[in-house]
């Protein structure tokens, strides 16, 4: 049976490691902040931005949660983020997914100043993720939270095989570049990939984060694989599972995530963490 | 024996159609401009740059080829490269590497204008390719052209195994985003791969740009692949080779590119072209 990869214990870790961070700034009369911009009512989206909202504020940071009625404009958005940039007491900036359609999310996500875009999701930090950059950059959360995970269990990634199923701009991709840039080689399987049990038999390590649900089952994973579950479903009993059949995978695998208590933690964990390290970076030069 | 992938022929018909492009521009009097910086006195630089000076000129593109000693500051160069962002006359801009050590390279680049960023190495152009985005950008020439080849000769990408072996940020990473865009299901593989045979041989595309002479022979190809060789190394008798071993592996393939006359000439057709839209794509907003 395989090590169950603890993402509440990371994320515990993460987070008072943050809160340390956070004094140690305060000391220098520094305190990091967050704006989450909140659009419409969509539940999920009230929940997820409260979230943040409730553990920045747990943590000594600055949160700035600015709701926007369903048919805002984008003009009155884009003023507002250009005021986020300006403003010294905001270190970083999201656009809580999703957006009313009205409304150009690409225009707005390039409105925000990279050095303040908490999500990694502006172009500019893209392309400094695929080029390598040597230099600091945000990078989306959940992917870096797997990356802590990953090294927290002292995963061997360096001349590993990789594969990354699914190719989302939140996971999918930040993902294989992470993984990419740890020296491990990767495969990214798409819905057009054939065949995929024979690709994904042959990884190491081995992400899905393709939004299906037990998309992984047993005979599609190598010996002694380690397994990231990315994925969250809800069952008709209001049990959680992932894009992995745990039941069937448990038992081949040398190491695996829970759904939940797997990934899930880590992403809000590690968007703290990358606050506090923009407001780091902005006052290092 | 393979059919062998003419990029001679191919290049010949992009330059036409750019040709053609610039005489249709003309007429609304429209004269597309590409800026060549080249710095130092490096022997094979100041023949790229000459190349691309007489390839401009030849099609109808006006071509500012600026040259400055070895010992040039940087913050000539910042100044330079601002002066071509702001000239109307000027639509494409690159710089010639390698740079003398004394200059930082990737500030230069982030100067560019990401509209003006005719090699599409800026990390703006670059995280819109990772991103797939649905907008016009450039991208590096070199996997482009190598898209023109694999359009031209037809060969089917989507659900296709791809292994690009090399991850330079000219070559192998946009290569791979490229394939990845297409709908390919991708592995790069770099140095630290193991058993790279093994992950070739299961290549239906076989992109080969890892700099390392005859690195691929016949026993790593799989029957019936294409495989596109970007090396190019200079054997003792001064003919040119790559990073194919052609003989072995032209048996075996179902489509190849020689070294030279294959991936070679696309490269400057290609960043003519990319100058013709940057300047089309400027005018259309």
Redesign the interface.
């Known amino acids: 049976m395989a090590i169950l990869i603890d993402g509440r214990a990371v994320a515990k870790e993460i987070n008072e490691n943050t809160a340390e961070r956070v004094t140690r700034l305060a000391n220098e009369g520094i305190i990091p902040g967050l704006a989450v911009i909140l659009v419409g009512e969509d539940p999920a989206s009230k929940i997820y931005t409260r979230m943040k909202d409730k553990k920045a504020k747990k943590l000594g940071i600055h949160s700035v949660l600015s709701v926007y009625p369903d048919d805002v404009r984008q003009e009155e958005l884009l003023h507002d983020i250009r005021q986020f940039n300006e403003d010294k007491m905001i270190n970083g900036i999201l656009i809580q997914e999703p957006l009313p359609d009205h409304l150009d999310g690409?225009e707005l996500l390039n409105a925000i100043d990279p050095h303040k875009d908490v999500d990694g999701f502006?172009?500019?930090?893209?392309?400094?993720?695929?080029?390598n950059?040597n230099?600091n950059y945000p990078v989306s959360c959940t992917p870096k939270g797997i990356m802590s995970l990953l090294k927290h269990y002292q995963v061997k990634l360096?001349?590993a095989?990789a594969v990354v199923v699914g190719?989302s701009?939140l996971v999918g991709?930040p993902m294989a570049?992470l993984l990419?840039n740890a020296?491990?080689?990767?495969?990214?399987?798409?819905r057009?990939?054939?065949n995929l049990s024979e690709?994904t038999r042959q990884a190491d390590v081995l992400v899905v984060a393709a939004g299906v649900k037990h998309l992984i089952t047993g005979e599609m994973v190598k010996k002694g694989a380690t397994v990231i579950d990315v994925g969250i479903h809800r069952l008709e009993d209001k049990t959680l599972t992932g894009d992995v059949d745990f039941e069937s995978v448990a038992p081949i695998a040398k190491m695996i995530t829970p759904v939940p208590g797997g990934v899930g933690p880590m992403t809000i964990a590690t968007l703290m963490e990358q606050t506090v390290d923009l407001t780091e970076w902005s006052h290092n030069g």
Do not use: D, F, Q
Not at 123 to 128: C, D, K, Q, R
């Open positions: 690409n502006h172009p500019y930090n893209v392309g400094l993720l695929y080029s950059a230099e360096e001349g095989r190719r701009i991709k570049a990419e020296n491990a080689t990767v495969t990214i399987a798409n057009h990939t054939r690709i």
